[in-house]
Structures are given as C-alpha cells and as structure tokens.
C-alpha cells in the first residue's frame, strides 16, 4: 500500500468507532502524510476561528488551563485533609492530577506561543533589517508547526494505543488514560492556529513597514 493511500485510510478509521482499526491505520506510515496536511488545515481552521470568536482567542486556553489548575489543587487540598482528618485517602489523588497537569500545561503552551513569550531572541533580532527579522520569524513558524506536527502524529498514535488496551489511570477504575490524551492532538491543533496567527500579523507588519519584532512580557498580553 502507497503512503497515500495509507494516508486516505485514516479518514474511515478515525470514523469508524473501533480502537483497534485505528491504531492499525495510525501506526501505517501514511500517518505522518496524513497528520501533515491536518496540523496545515487544523492550524488554519483554528485561526479563523480565533478571528471569528475574539472572546474565544482571548480566554480559551487560559480558561482551560485555570480550570485545571483549580482542580488539580482541589484534589491535592482535599487528599491531605482526607489522609490526616479521615485517615483515609482516595486512591486516585495523586494519579488524576499529573494527567491533569499535562492538560494543563500544553494548552497554557498554545497561550504562550500567542504570547511570544517562549525562545525568540527578540533583543538579538531586533537589530536585524526587516527581511532578517521576517526570514527569522518564518523559520520560528515552520518549526513551531513542525513541532505540532510531530506531537500531534504521536500522541493519535499512543491515544488509538491506550483505547485500544483499555488502559485505566492507576488507582481508579473508572477513568481511562486516552480521555486525557485526546486533548493532546487538540491543543497542538490550537497552537498551530496560533502560529499561522503570529506569522500573518508578521507578515502584515512586514509589508506595512511598522515595526515587527515587539517585546514579549511573560504574564502579560500582546
């Protein structure tokens, strides 16, 4: 079978509500074809949509990963009162929150790419001429989209596993790991949005002649 056609046959099979036939046609190598053109329109798609929802571009991620610190800090409170008051402990307590946490942490991530406030050397850059810093900031791009790319194709990969195994969270029997790992795919997707987002407003200033390369500031807004 062709990459091509290896990466057709991941369409039926994310549709086809079987694990198993997923992790067959997510371990093919037409999945990285497949995953490519989707992290391509998937980025697009969310940029628009953040264009088209501004309260959404504004609080979506940050409102996610709030939420779940909240949570995470909801469990923790509660288990040392559980433990030392009740002396009892809910077996889940310190296995939910990690998972938790990786939620947490990847959609404060797509934030932040937003933000600029990751490795972007903008001191160093600022000195450069306008096609420089826009040829600089192109390469950012096609790097953050290659890293959405990557961790998007593997965590389908280890999410199709996990359903496909049945895999619980240790200590609990009700709760299965992939429900937290879909979210992986998910918020890669929305930080791809935000890349196409940074380099479009680049590129505008770019062409405009304003000024392109501004100083981020870690916890603030741009």
């Not at 990847?106 to 490795?119: E, G, Q």
Request: with cysteine; aromatic share 18%; charged share 15%.
């Amino acid at each position: 079978m062709s990459i091509i056609a290896e990466a057709v046959a991941v369409i039926p099979a994310l549709f086809s509500g079987s694990a198993w036939e997923k992790r067959q046609a997510f371990d093919a190598d037409g999945m990285w074809l497949f995953c490519f053109v989707y992290t391509f329109l998937g980025g697009l798609a969310a940029h628009y949509f953040y264009r088209f929802f501004p309260f959404m571009e504004r609080h979506l991620e940050r409102t996610i990963s709030v939420v779940m610190y909240l949570i995470i800090a909801g469990i923790i409170c509660w288990g040392v009162i559980d433990r030392f008051v009740f002396s009892s402990q809910w077996s889940g307590s310190t296995t939910i929150p990690p998972f938790l946490f990786m939620v947490m942490a990847w959609f404060a991530c797509s934030y932040n790419v937003k933000l600029r406030t990751h490795l972007s050397f903008s001191e160093f850059r600022s000195k450069m001429p306008p096609t420089g810093q826009m040829a600089t900031l192109t390469l950012d791009a096609a790097l953050w989209l290659g890293f959405c790319w990557i961790a998007i194709t593997t965590s389908l990969r280890f999410t199709a596993l996990s359903a496909d195994n049945f895999q619980l969270v240790d200590g609990v029997d009700d709760v299965m790991k992939w429900w937290f790992y879909t979210t992986i795919p998910i918020a890669f997707t929305l930080m791809a949005g935000r890349v196409f987002g940074n380099w479009i407003e680049d590129w505008n200033n770019y062409k405009s002649g304003d000024q392109i390369i501004k100083q981020a500031v870690i916890g603030g807004d741009v």
